[in-house]
């Protein structure tokens, strides 16, 4: 079925380094979601994005959408302990993908900090 | 407190004996949905609900029902257990159907032998 593949899968950085996720899917999106999840916790939303375009900023975490809907990111500058955790992208076809009511997960990408 | 509750947290059973997860939720969300959560495999979905007697199959719905009698309830039936049925389980809610902040219950680790 239709995917959005997120990568990496893994990425280990030291504390006060920086970390990306990208989200990227083959058919154009309404929006897309993301959501951390801590160790043996549950997912949690963290923000929606809708625009094309859009660039969103949490403190350390910058989130943006493309221009074709098509692809999203989520950096976060200068990582501390309290990050640590798997982030993913949830997106919300436009059309096309079963129902309209679904959200296509990407697979995650864990943070990884070095000791 | 706003939130989702799923019961057992942990459950360890064998194969081919009915069990329910029961999930609930108390902010009057429309919007219901289960997952699976499997090693590098992400958030699968099961089954949601936009409403109260409805409910529409997700991306792995093989094995699995729901039901949606009352609107903050939404228990998820495994009728005949299987070990690939093993896996982490999260519910989850969201105000709207059309989207939104998906709120997730603290999930079921259900282990078939």
């Known amino acids: 079925g239709q995917q959005v593949m997120q990568i990496p899968q893994y990425q280990h950085v030291q504390e006060g380094e920086d970390f990306t996720t990208y989200c990227n899917s083959s058919t154009t999106l309404s929006n897309i979601q993301w959501y951390k999840q801590r160790p043996g916790g549950h997912p949690v939303f963290l923000i929606q994005?809708?625009?094309s375009g859009e660039v969103k900023k949490q403190k350390r975490l910058t989130f943006q959408f493309g221009e074709a809907k098509k692809n999203s990111s989520l950096h976060i500058t200068a990582t501390q302990t309290t990050d640590v955790g798997t982030y993913f992208c949830a997106g919300k076809s436009r059309s096309g993908w079963g129902s309209n009511y679904q959200l296509i997960w990407g697979a995650g990408t864990k943070l990884i900090i070095k000791p | 407190e706003a939130q989702v509750t799923q019961n057992p947290r942990y459950l360890i059973t064998v194969t081919g004996k009915k069990l329910t997860v029961t999930c609930s939720q108390n902010m009057n969300h429309e919007y219901m949905s289960w997952y699976r959560q499997d090693p590098g495999l992400g958030l699968r979905q099961i089954y949601y609900s936009m409403n109260v007697e409805v409910t529409d199959k997700g991306d792995v719905p093989e094995g699995y029902k729901v039901s949606r009698k009352e609107k903050r309830n939404f228990p998820l039936i495994l009728e005949s257990p299987s070990p690939n049925q093993t896996s982490l389980y999260f519910c989850a809610s969201s105000l709207r159907r059309e989207g939104g902040e998906q709120f997730f219950g603290p999930g079921t680790r259900l282990t078939v032998l």
């Open positions: 994005l809708v625009k």
